[in-house]
């Protein structure tokens, strides 16, 4: 496969993104501007970010303990670095900063420090990062039944904390869901579950992108989000919030950079004093190109304002909602509502279509990219899909998840950003109603697991 990498970065958007004037083939040999609406799997990649990457990457260095002056530098870079993110979450005075690889590592970091014992709690509508990090020895899970209300979540939270006392608990809640893009009540959350004695950690990966996160005001104890949602797709993710359990755990990973002395004991065994602070949990060589790449994109939204990004979000939403509203044959998915808050993220099914397959010649005829599936929230999907008239039967490319005897489901996700043109918008609506009123012009097929066109002709 052949990649066009030309950029063009003088888009119809508040922030010049990387690839926005790339072409991809159609599968009848024409090439297009492709439309990227795939922005909460994994968001492109800021001009920004890339050029301030691109200017340091002849420096990079050992970090930490290195004598030489690209060490030195990359050091201060990496710190930097973590005090801009500090900033940028609005961090108390106290908090601490762990860089990871993504939400994924940073759940499943807060969940190995954890005291033993510790009840945790979430909804049954959260993405798998938050769900299974909990399952480990020595924790209580208990999951929560979607709500259909802000009101009937913050109660369900309220009567669920009153029912399970526990020395320890954890309330683990999204800021926006990865499936429907609503909106979830963090404050009035985070004020039951205080007044229970609880503490909260937000899976912000969705809401960072698109919201000011101040750890502060919403007044949780811990948030997780990944770069590569926040256009910085250079593996690095962050875990921040109150230090004591970190502190007092064993670190997630044991090597250097998290020890401090190392001894041979008189009994032939090994006595390790561990660091405190950041380095306790950030064992090996750390990740200081993925750090920066976050700080520089925290800069990025910060200067190009939360409430002018969040405006034009709201009003892309609308015209994208009303223009599906009009195709009688799409419904689009949501747990509290039509008129719920919701960040750049929506989810639907089409009626007589297979969703892989709709996504497929979305792709295949028209050049634009969406996702396909489960999404990585299996309850909440199936939740969602409940009652729906059953999907179409589909070999191509439908999903392995669904449960034994369960009719295949699946649903479709548009996502986008502060790097999408109104245009990709307008494409995928064009698109999505000639889909629905004439039909794919090509066939398709199953293709490993993935719906492809058949150009076997």
């Known amino acids: 496969m052949s990649l066009d990498t030309s950029l063009d970065t003088a888009v119809c958007a508040p922030l ?10 159609l599968v009848g040999g024409e090439k297009v501007t492709y439309a990227a609406l795939d922005y909460a799997a994994s ?27 690209l060490s030195q530098l990359s050091t201060d870079l990496f710190e930097q670095s973590r005090r801009t993110v500090e900033e940028f979450l609005d961090l108390r005075d106290g908090d601490q900063l762990v860089f990871t690889r993504a939400t994924t590592d940073s759940l499943n970091l807060l969940a190995a420090v954890v005291p033993a014992g510790t009840r945790v709690f979430a909804f049954e509508t959260e993405h798998h990062a938050s769900l299974l990090p909990w399952r480990r020895q020595g924790l209580e899970v208990s999951f929560l039944p979607a709500p259909r209300s ?14 399970q006392p526990a020395e320890h608990r954890l309330f683990c809640v999204t800021g926006a ?24 950690v937000l899976d912000a990966a969705q809401l960072a992108p698109h919201h000011r996160v101040s750890v502060r005001e919403l007044d949780v104890d811990w948030v997780a989000f990944s770069g590569h949602k926040l256009y910085a797709p250079f593996g690095a993710g962050v875990l921040a919030g109150r230090s004591d359990w970190l502190e007092a755990a064993e670190p997630y990973l044991a090597g250097g950079g998290a020890s401090r002395t190392v001894a041979r004991q008189e009994d032939g065994s090994v006595a390790v004093e561990w660091h405190q602070g950041p380095a306790r949990h950030e064992a090996g060589s750390p990740n200081v190109i993925g750090a920066y790449a976050i700080a520089s994109a925290c800069r990025a939204l910060t200067e190009a304002g939360f409430d002018s990004l969040q405006a034009r979000e709201e009003q892309l939403l609308a015209r994208l909602k009303a223009g599906l509203a009009e195709i009688p044959e799409v419904t689009v998915l949501s747990l509290f509502g039509g008129a719920a808050a919701q960040v750049g993220v929506l989810s639907f099914v089409v009626q007589g279509w297979n969703s892989s397959h709709f996504s ?4 295949a005829e028209y ?15 199936r939740t969602l899909l409940a009652g729906d008239a059953p999907a179409p039967a589909s070999s191509c490319g ?12 699946n649903a479709i996700r548009i996502s986008f950003g502060a790097g999408t043109p109104e245009e990709h918008l307008e494409r995928f609506l064009g698109a999505v109603r000639e889909l629905v009123s004439d039909g794919a012009r090509w066939t398709y097929r199953n293709e490993g ?7 076997r002709r």
Do not use: K, M
């Open 398 to 409: 439908a999903p392995d998840a669904s449960l034994p005897g369960e009719r295949s489901l």
């Open 16 to 25: 010049a993104v990387l690839g926005s004037a790339v072409e991809v083939p």
């Open 367 to 381: 050049g634009i990219g969406v996702r396909d599936g489960l999404f990585c929230a299996h309850p909440l999907v």
């Open 360 to 363: 497929a010649a979305l792709s």
């Open 43 to 69: 968001a492109p990649a800021l001009q920004r970010v890339w050029d301030d990457v691109a200017a340091y990457a002849p420096y990079y260095g050992s970090v930490h303990r290195g004598a030489g002056y």
């Open 177 to 200: 869901s990865n499936v429907t893009g609503e909106l979830w009540p963090v404050a009035e959350l985070t004020e039951v579950a205080h007044r229970h004695g609880a503490r909260v």
């Open 150 to 163: 802000h009101a009937e979540a913050v109660a369900a939270l309220d009567a669920a904390l009153a029912a």
């Open 449 to 455: 697991g993935r719906c492809v066109a058949d150009t």
